[in-house]
C-alpha cells in the first residue's frame, strides 16, 4: 500500500476531476467564443460571499484543492527511495498527458486547467531537482577537504 501511494501522483486527482467535468460539459462554444466548462467553472458556487462581494468558483476550489495536492507531492519528493524515480516517471506522464489535452481539446483551453497543467510540470521539476540535489549531498565525488 505504502509502495502504491509513493508512485502515485496525488496531482492526478484534480486532473482526474477536471476531465470528469470536461468530457461531461459538452463542447459547445457560445457567441463570444467561451467554452461551457469555462463558464462552469467561472459560476461563483452557491451560497453567501466569502468577503464583501467576492465569491468563490468552482474553478477556485479546484485550484486551492490541487494547491494542497502539489504541496505534499513536493513533501514526497523529498523521500529518497525507489518508488521516487516511478513517482518521477508517472508524474511526467500526467504533465504529458495535461499539455495534449490543453493544446489539442477546446474544453481543456482555460485558465484554471492551465494551471494545473503548470502545477504538473513544476512537480516534475521540483521532483528531479531535490532528488539530484538529495543524491549529490548524499554522494559527494572529489570532496577531500
Known amino acids: 500500500m505504502r509502495m502504491i501511494f509513493g508512485i502515485f501522483p496525488l496531482l492526478a486527482i484534480p486532473i482526474v476531476i477536471y476531465n470528469l467535468m470536461a468530457l461531461t460539459a459538452g463542447g459547445g462554444i457560445d457567441a463570444n467564443g467561451v467554452s461551457s466548462i469555462a463558464m462552469q467553472l467561472s459560476d461563483p458556487v452557491r451560497g453567501t460571499p466569502v468577503f ?59 485558465s484554471t486547467f492551465f494551471i494545473l497543467t503548470v502545477m504538473c510540470l513544476l512537480d516534475v521539476l521540483a521532483g528531479v531537482v531535490v532528488t539530484i540535489v538529495s543524491a549529490r549531498r548524499d554522494f559527494s565525488v572529489g570532496d577531500n577537504s
Open 52 to 110: 464583501g462581494a467576492w465569491r468563490i468558483t468552482g474553478g477556485d476550489i479546484l485550484i486551492i484543492l490541487s494547491m494542497v495536492f502539489f504541496f505534499v507531492e513536493i513533501l514526497k519528493s523529498t523521500s529518497t527511495g525507489s518508488s521516487t524515480i516511478a513517482n518521477h516517471a508517472v508524474s511526467m506522464l500526467v504533465f504529458i498527458i495535461c499539455l495534449v489535452e490543453f493544446l489539442l481539446l477546446p474544453n481543456f483551453q482555460t
